[in-house]
């Protein structure tokens, strides 16, 4: 029996006159996101799209994992290609749904008729259909309002296609649809999180990290680099900056009080990434702090951390727990390389007694103790690039 999958667009069927570029990108994203599983045909229609294997050999599993992790996508399920022919629509919905509708109580028919020279119209269809089901399953009685399944058949132009599942997608709007984000990813649990919930607004991320070797070694960077790869699955493509942090370190460490050097190292991130999101065109920052989690997150300190910040940082892990944040670590896959203890450019000199207070008159006076801004050239020239892609993997 031949299968497609169909995904029904969610917020972004609200967007009114913008709707056609979003299903533009949306369709883009799709195509790219498959493109290596083999070749596929693509059309849409009534905030549908129908994706259609071509190649023999596709697995549908595949690609149903691949297009829950899409953007935009509100449902998505598998549907059995029928004849336009009731008869052909009677006998593949009962080979195709007995699993399911075998352990079910409830259901109901709907039918939608896109081709209106179908002989049947859509009562007739449900009624029909609805009989000849209730016959063959003796377990299930039909509720039109509440059914716990619910058997769709859609007569297109050259198809007909019956389905029953709804699987949730990933909700969001289309990668690409709202700009470009730099995102301050370090080999923690939180920032990746944070690059994740700023995408599924839309937003096409770019990474940025900070690495200090000696004191941090490459397979921390590797680590982050794996991050990246994982992230692709829902982000798309990823421009990965990898900056060389050592020597602002040692200067922080040899010229500014002990208890501030948290707090002006984050500042000269800060700067640091203003500059890469200015070349790569990025709109904003990304961070995954959240508020009091450690001392250079309180909110003073991030006060301090933000007024070197012309353009604005995200901070979407802000509100949140961290076992809130760790339960959307597991979903996206990427908890389990977080956890591997690898060392973080933050954690080299950390003082042992930050100020959880600062001020920043406090801080800008004792980082004016040194002219850093040769060292921030310095590491914005000699920084790395690198572009991670699903299709590459
Ligand atoms: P995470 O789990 O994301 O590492 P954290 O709770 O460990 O966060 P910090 O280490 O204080 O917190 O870092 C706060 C934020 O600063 C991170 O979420 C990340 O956005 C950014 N950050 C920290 N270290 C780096 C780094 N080496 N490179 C890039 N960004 C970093
Ligand atoms: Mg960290």
Excluded: W
């Excluded at 998505?76 to 075998?102: G, M, P, Q, W």
């Excluded at 944070?194 to 690495?211: D, E, L, N, T």
């Excluded at 597991?330 to 908890?335: A, C, L, S």
């Amino acid at each position: 029996m031949k299968e497609i999958l169909l995904a029904k667009y969610g917020e972004m069927a609200l967007k009114g006159l913008n709707k056609k570029t979003f299903e533009d990108v949306l369709m883009k994203n799709v195509k790219r996101r498959l493109r290596s599983l083999g070749k596929f045909e693509y059309s849409s229609a009534q905030s549908t799209l129908y994706i259609t294997p071509v190649d023999e050999n596709i697995e549908l599993s595949e690609v149903s994992e691949r297009v829950g992790k899409i953007f935009g996508i509100a449902t998505y399920c598998r549907a059995c290609v029928c004849e336009k022919d009731f008869n052909d629509i009677k006998e593949k919905s009962i080979e195709y749904l007995t699993d399911i509708l075998s352990g079910a109580k409830t259901f109901k028919v709907n039918a939608k008729r896109a081709d209106k020279s179908f002989p049947m119209n859509s009562p007739e269809i449900c009624a029909e259909l609805g009989g000849i089901l209730l016959e063959k399953f003796p377990n299930l009685t039909v509720d039109v309002k509440n059914p716990e399944i619910t058997v769709t058949v859609e007569i297109r132009d050259t198809n007909a296609y019956v389905h029953a599942e709804n699987i949730k997608g990933a909700g969001g709007l289309p990668i690409g649809t709202s700009g470009k984000a730099l995102l301050l990813l370090s080999g923690g649990i939180d920032s990746p999180v944070a690059g994740y919930m700023i995408a599924k607004r839309g937003v096409h991320i770019a990474a940025i990290h900070y690495v200090s070797p000696p004191y941090t070694s490459d397979r921390a960077q590797l680590k982050v680099e794996q991050l990246c790869e994982k992230m692709t699955a829902y982000c798309g493509g990823i421009a990965f900056f990898c900056v060389p942090f050592t020597e602002i370190q040692e200067a922080i460490k040899d010229n500014c009080p002990e208890e501030f050097f948290t707090i002006i190292m984050r500042r000269l991130m800060m700067e640091i990434a203003q500059r890469i999101a200015k070349k790569d065109n990025c709109l904003a920052l990304v961070t995954g702090e959240s508020i009091g989690q450690v001392a250079s997150q309180t909110m003073a300190a991030m006060c301090c951390t933000d007024a070197v910040c012309k353009i604005p940082v995200f901070r979407p892990c802000i509100g949140m727990d961290k076992t809130e944040i760790i339960e959307i670590a597991r979903k996206i896959d990427t908890f389990d390389i977080s956890v591997q203890p690898y060392e973080d450019c933050c954690t080299v000199f950390t003082p042992r007694h930050p100020k959880v207070r600062p001020r920043l008159e406090d801080i800008e006076k004792a980082q004016a103790n040194f002219d850093f801004e040769p060292l921030i050239q310095k590491a914005v020239e000699n920084t790395e690039m690198k572009t991670f892609d699903l299709n590459k993997g």
